[in-house]
């Protein structure tokens, strides 16, 4: 399977823990991108990532939250001291920079995070 | 701030029918995408229209985007009970980068 891969699928913390969410791209992609999907709400921005590199942070809560892509492995989604409004569904994105000049993106399955 | 106007928020239909989906914006997109998301699943990419005037077709789904790159449309023909589900535009403003997304349609087609 090709795809983008997200893992875990559901996750659940207590308030006051950590939520690590991890993000693999699509073989060759080289972009990835963090959205949340609230209940009732649409997909909202979080962040833009290429290799060790932040491209766009702008959709990031200032605190508690920060993502990053390393070298070797995959993107990392990070929620310090989790709350009850941080529940919600966190997407993973993966785009190629090469090729397609149309910024297709393509969408993992998602993590469901609880917040208990 | 851009926005993405969806309309409408919701749909309910019956079988055999047509429907059309809207997505606009006052701001010229570089390129925008239609997505299909199922419950408990990730978008799936429907198609992407980059040239204003563009109208493309998969199966029975007829995608349009605006002459000035504004606005575009998603035409269905003759539904299906299997076209259910949530229907997202997204509009990429800068060649890159973090996509907009409209709020969505809930579509469901009756048998």
């Known amino acids: 399977n090709a795809g983008v891969m997200q893992n875990p699928r559901h996750l659940v913390r207590r308030r006051g823990q950590e939520a690590r969410l991890r993000c693999s791209p699509m073989?060759?992609?080289?972009?990835v991108y963090w959205y949340r999907q609230l209940p009732e709400e649409g997909l909202k921005f979080m962040v833009y990532l290429q290799k060790e590199n932040i491209i766009d942070e702008s959709g990031m809560p200032k605190e508690r939250f920060s993502a990053e892509f390393p070298k070797e492995g995959p993107s990392i989604l990070r929620i310090q001291q989790v709350v009850r409004g941080d529940s919600a569904a966190y997407f993973c994105?993966?785009?190629?920079?090469?090729?397609?000049?149309?910024?297709?993106?393509?969408f993992g399955p998602g993590t469901r995070l609880t917040v208990l | 701030t851009q926005l993405l106007e969806q309309s409408p928020q919701f749909l309910s239909i019956q079988e055999g029918e047509n429907l059309t989906v809207y997505c606009n914006s006052s701001?010229?997109?570089?390129?925008l995408q239609w997505y299909r998301q199922e419950p408990g699943e990730g978008p799936v990419l429907l198609v992407t229209?980059?040239?204003?005037?563009e109208v493309k077709k998969l199966k029975r789904l007829t995608f349009q985007f605006g002459d000035a790159r504004k606005d575009s449309s998603l035409h269905i023909t003759a539904a299906q009970t299997g076209d259910t589900g949530l229907y997202l535009c997204?509009?990429?403003?800068?060649?890159?980068?973090?996509?907009?997304f409209g709020q969505g349609t809930e579509l469901s087609v009756k048998p």
């Open positions: 997204a509009g990429d403003y800068n060649q890159g980068g973090k996509l907009i």
């Open positions: 073989k060759g992609h080289s972009h």
């Open positions: 701001s010229v997109f570089s390129s």
């Open positions: 229209v980059v040239t204003g005037g």
């Open positions: 994105a993966s785009s190629s920079p090469s090729g397609s000049s149309y910024n297709e993106q393509f």
